[in-house]
């Protein structure tokens, strides 16, 4: 029996190291969220926040998502020119599908932060826009979102009332 | 279910309340059981009657006292440290008292006091606090709100009226609602395989538009902030308490980039009918906790347990954590919050990329399929004009959604020019087709919601048979589920089992250990045009040999292979191939070189057929080369038929082969 329990215990610790290294490997790139050991966010380096971050060129890279004093600067999702573009660039993936759909739920929020009244208008304008907006797939995250709320402040019919 | 808690009664030695007060009074107070730190005794009567009063309630012992400060009863029982309570928040900043960590009743004390100091007189934790934002009511709004309502607290009495910083949190959340989360089961990393839960805080609605808005929404999200890359660290820490954890607040469209198209899990949702003061109550405890840290546990205080304690505040009637038993997994919280009765009003579902873009493609012809694969490689692939405009954008629509499939993280990493370009010029067509694409309905698919699945634990009884002998066995289970388990509210072909152990008492009397799972994930994806997924599978732990190198023997095992499923008809019926390597250890086993060691390589497959919900078949065998050992070779066969005769029990029959002969086992189990 206590060769059971020796090979047990040796076992288990050889356990313990190949999950560890498995979530380290999977912490170099994205998904470290996920319950038990990979909810650890790495310290600095929480996935994909990190990963657009860095793209983002330094827009989220200052900020830490922690609600205590001093440390939530957090706050783009209030209606606002920063905002708008914040959440263009975070989502520029998804942004650049939908708005050459003409419809989605990027283009529906993306609505709401601009204070547009019709996400059904805003995606036919964008829509319309996308070779202006995209015009290859080198343009930058930054780029995306200065075009996109340019377009919108152009279009008074939009009634983009944030961005005016 | 609606399971009521009572405040433990404890019989603990109180002074009456007019003894205390007469102490204090005499100016004694704070020598006799307070230390230094604690919030001067006031010589305001009001204060003090105050306390009293909460000290003649026994306030300190109410559910929702206890909850806010996060106590639980410890493992010693009354009357030891502080009546047996500690408070599972481990920062220091959470403690009014100096005793705050395990004595409720200073706390408390402590809270009512420093409610009434001047705000000069505040201890500030941060540098960019201002003296009111860390006056205690500023930093404790929760408490002061169930103080207020408890013991009617004259609030004119207190010497601030504002606190900004926590104003300015409150109404950037501006909460309508809260929604639970729960991500689902990801096998691509272990350390996520058994989901996820969160919370999501709805904003109440401010904006022009009146569509619901989800992803400007707020994630709340318990997490722990790791400081080691060292495997061995980061796992022992991980396990023991060694890395402190917060609450953190991040944009719901993070969540949703994150997990529903980079991870492509499918995201349950589940919105908790709370009035408006529990919500409030509720943002008011999140900005205390968000003050502090707790330990982080991976088996027990984790994400979901944690989440779960944060809700557990607001419904002191219904006791959530309790119940609970280590390991807490994330569907053993959403099931707790679906049992409470009343407690959940609303679940969403929110398909992943992948199951949109395999609904875009359900209904499309063999030609139309044959132009989403062909796009993904050549985007300038000719649409025939035999397409009219709303099949064109169904197929571009599903290329794009393929494209983001395959290389979604290369292209938000920016490391993949070629996807790059593709994906753009597939928009670039797309756009020019002016019209909106149709809104995707995709329905839940109800029984792979996570709450219906079977019990996360399993236990069963019953008996095996081999070489004429008749052996009771005990079959234990901590998690999760296997390919053979019931599949509702779980996934098809992923099986992740972590310890598992099979224990067999034969006539000789010796109790043999048959088999023992650290952690097994199976993870089969089946093949098709659009995905090309490898399977896998991992094996930790313990099992018995019985071959020519070693007669019945319980040997230390890890392997693992690769291959590919195939599912021709549909999921309920698969099979797989894959390569597996081996390495076993046992004393007694002649292996390489005369040591105990064996490595093997060789083939593996399985069949699996879902009879029916409640009867699953599943086969699997394996032929493993014994390179530079004796025997040359050795096999090993399975075949289990499981029927789930009640919701949570199942009558398992099983079968084995091995090189030495053949072993039955009817066992029966039940999930719980």
């Known amino acids: ?56 060129n330094g827009t989220f890279g200052s900020q830490t998502f922690g609600i205590s004093t001093g440390t939530s600067n957090c706050k783009d999702t209030v209606p606002s020119v920063v905002s708008a573009k914040a959440f263009i660039q975070a989502n520029r993936e998804a942004v650049a599908k939908d708005i050459a759909r003409g419809q989605g739920e990027t283009i529906t929020n993306l609505t709401a932060l601009a204070g547009c009244t019709s996400d059904k208008a805003v995606g036919s304008e964008l829509q319309k826009d996308f070779k202006q907006i995209f015009p290859t797939e080198k343009v930058s995250d930054i780029q995306v979102s200065d075009s996109v709320v340019s377009m919108l402040q152009a279009h008074p019919e939009l009634a983009c009332h944030t961005l005016s | 279910m609606h399971r009521v808690s009572r405040a433990p009664r404890l019989g603990r030695l109180q002074l009456p309340a007019s003894l205390v007060l007469a102490a204090i009074m005499a100016g004694c107070g704070a020598q006799l059981h307070m230390p230094v730190q604690d919030p001067r005794v006031s010589g305001d009567a009001y204060v003090e009657s105050l306390v009293a009063l909460a000290h003649a309630r026994d306030l300190a012992h109410s559910v929702a006292w206890l909850r806010l400060g996060h106590y639980r009863l410890g493992l010693l029982g009354p009357g030891f440290l502080g009546d ?105 990393s272990p350390a996520s395989a058994f989901g996820h839960t969160f919370l999501r805080i709805n904003k109440a609605g401010t904006f022009a538009i009146g569509k619901k808005r989800e992803l400007l929404d707020y994630g709340i999200d318990f997490s722990a902030d790791v400081d080691s890359y060292n495997a061995v660290i980061y796992a022992w820490k991980g396990l023991t308490g060694m890395f402190p954890a917060t609450f953190k607040q991040i944009p ?59 809700v557990e505040v607001v419904v002191p009637e219904i006791d959530l954590t309790s119940p609970l038993t280590s390991p807490v997994l994330p569907t053993d919280t959403v099931k707790a919050l679906v049992a409470a009765h009343g407690l959940v009003h609303d679940v969403h579902y929110r398909p992943s990329l992948r199951t949109q873009f395999r609904s875009r493609v359900k209904d499309m012809s063999d030609d139309e399929l044959d132009l989403v694969e062909d796009l993904v490689y050549d985007a300038e692939t000719a649409l025939p004009g035999t397409l009219n405009d709303e099949r064109k954008i169904a197929v571009l629509d599903a290329a794009a959604d393929l494209v ?34 149709a809104v995707l309905d995709i329905p839940p698919p109800r029984d792979k919601a996570p709450e219906v699945g079977h019990g996360s634990h ?23 589920h296997d390919l053979a388990d019931p599949t509702s509210g779980y996934p098809e072909l992923n099986a992740i089992e972590f310890l598992h152990a099979r224990v067999q008492i034969w006539p000789d009397g010796k109790l043999v250990a048959d088999d023992l799972g650290l952690f097994r994930v199976t993870s089969l994806t089946v093949q098709n045009r659009f995905d090309r997924k490898l399977s896998w599978k991992l094996d930790i732990g313990a099992t018995t040999l019985d071959d020519h190198a070693c007669t019945r023997c319980f040997a230390a095992h890890m392997g693992g292979g690769v291959g590919m499923t195939f599912a021709p008809f549909g999921d309920a019926f698969a099979f797989w191939l894959t390569t597996d390597a081996n390495a076993y250890y046992a004393p007694k086993l002649a292996g390489i070189g005369g040591s105990g060691t064996r490595l093997a390589v060789g083939p593996a497959g399985g069949v699996r057929l879902r009879i029916a919900p409640t009867l699953v078949t599943l086969w699997t065998g394996e032929y493993m080369f014994l390179p530079w050992q004796a025997p040359k070779g050795v096999y090993r066969a399975d075949a289990i038929l499981r029927w789930v005769y009640l919701n949570n029990f199942a009558l398992s029959l099983e079968a084995r082969a091995l090189q030495n002969g053949y072993e039955g086992q009817l066992v029966s189990f039940s999930y719980f």
């Not at chain 2, 469209?253 to 919105?271: A, F, G």
């Not at chain 2, 069963?460 to 901590?478: N, V, W």
């Open chain 1, 1 to 56: 029996m206590r060769k059971y329990i020796t090979t047990t215990l040796a076992m288990g610790l050889l356990g313990a190291f190949v999950l560890g290294n498995a979530s380290i490997a999977m912490a170099d790139g994205y998904g470290t969220a996920g319950c038990g050991l990979g909810s650890l966010v790495f310290g600095n380096k929480p996935g994909i926040i990190q990963v657009l971050a860095a793209t983002t």
């Open chain 2, 84 to 188: 047996g309570y500690t408070s599972q928040a481990d920062g220091p900043e959470f403690f009014l008292s100096a005793r705050g960590k395990v004595d409720p009743v200073a706390e408390l004390d402590a809270t009512i006091r420093a409610l009434f100091l001047s705000p000069r007189d505040s201890r500030r934790t941060h540098p960019k606090e201002t003296a009111e934002d860390a006056h205690a009511l500023c930093r404790f709004p929760a408490r002061f709100m169930y103080l207020q309502r408890t013991l009617g607290i004259d609030a004119r009495r207190i010497a601030i009226n504002s606190c900004p910083q926590f104003e300015h949190f409150y109404q950037d959340i501006n909460p309508s609602s809260v929604t639970l989360v729960f991500s689902s089961y990801y096998l691509n």
């Open chain 2, 252 to 310: 719901y469209y993070y969540k949703v980039r994150q997990y529903n198209d980079t991870e492509s899990r499918d995201l349950w949702e589940y919105q908790l009918a709370l009035q408006p003061e529990q919500l409030a109550l509720l943002v008011a405890h999140l900005w205390e906790l968000g003050h502090t840290y707790f330990d982080y546990y991976y088996l027990s205080e984790n994400c979901s347990y944690h989440i779960l304690s944060l």
């Open chain 2, 404 to 437: 983001d499939m395959r290389y979604g993280e290369a292209l938000v990493m920016k490391t993949d020019s070629a996807a790059a370009k593709i994906k753009q010029r597939l928009l670039e067509r797309r756009a020019a087709i002016q019209q909106p694409s």
């Open chain 2, 458 to 480: 399993r236990v069963g009884l019953g008996g095996a048979a081999a070489h004429g002998m008749f052996a009771p066995s005990l079959d234990i289970r901590i998690n999760l």
